[in-house]
């Protein structure tokens, strides 16, 4: 079986790369394990074309096309000529994509077309209360059209995608993200800074950083030791194309500043560290898929605090293995902030509870299995 993920967002050394791209090296370097051939196709972060091959995945780094107005139609005929080019030599059983991404690649005969959701357009406009761009309306809704499968990574994105496209009764198989916890420790009994919280993402309004940030303000006066650690690469103002972290910095009020650390873009492989030495991680996106960087947290027993919104009790059990809160109100926040520093013992059982959740249900093993035996269902 020969599966060919497209993806601009494979991870390169030295350069940001976000959700999409972890999962495809995460999952495609269990599947060649499994025996099954796995290949990545897409734009290339520098202007040239490269080829590797990385833990037994073919990587094909295409050089993106600089056509004004013109660039996704260059840029889809690359693909699609990459894909061929692979087919011909290897015969491509699978080609999957997110939302968007089969719009403007044209099928070809024996390969089926896959795609997985990891939130597209449609659920991140409906979920920010904003208008939906024509444009990208048109790519999803002509995306779907060519899907022979559909995948959601929870429940909650499937439904709700299925609801804002029409997509009717058609099959939707959920499959959650996996985390490969050979990555991560048990850091229940790690030596943490005392009132420090971590964030970890990209800095969007999205992601609810600035609601974490007012919520500083419920908490320096009763622990004046409390930092917030905001970890993570700027983001775009949607429909702006402006940073968002200075905006993020202009309503930072004088009083918590000081309370305020940006350590910027850490590497995936040292976040394992950076999340053991918190003393919580508070992530309060106002929206997601099935967020691995949630995930992640479980997966090390560290204590939680989430989002009661979209695929959040399906990711975390509030109050067994994680702490969820309206993530739109940043007095909400910080009383779940505040039940970890005053529950300690508390909150070392709910992360070993945690971590047996994790291992029973998104363990990088499970899921492989799921994901060959769904694939195998479509031959």
Known sequence: MHICFITSEFPKPGFPHGGVGTFVATLGKALVKEGVQVSVIGKNYIPKE????????????????????????FNAKAIARKIDEVHQENPIHFVETPELGLAFLPKRKGIQYVIRMHGGHHYFAQSEKRNTEWWKAYQERKSFKKADAVIAVSNYVGETTRKLLNLGDRPIEVIYNPIDTSRFFDATESIVKPYSVLFAGSLVEKKGVRQLVEALAFLADEYPQVELLIAGRDGKVPGTGLPYRPIL??????KIRPHIKFL?????????????KAHVCCYPSHMEAMPLAWLEVLAMGKIFVGSLTGPGPEAVRNGETGILVNPHDPKEIA??????????????????K???????RFALPIIVKHNISYFKSLL
């Open 354 to 360: 945690a971590i047996q959740d994790i291992n029973s």
């Open 335 to 352: 009383k779940g902030i505040k039940w970890v520093f005053e529950n300690q013992e508390q909150a070392k059982k709910m992360g070993k």
């Open 264 to 276: 910027g873009v850490v590497p995936n492989h040292e976040m394992p560290n950076v999340i053991s």
């Open 249 to 254: 910095e202009q309503s930072i009020s004088e």
């Open 50 to 73: 490269e080829e590797e091959v990385i833990d037994g995945i073919k990587v094909y780094r295409l050089a993106p096309k600089k056509v004004k107005g013109l660039e996704w139609f």
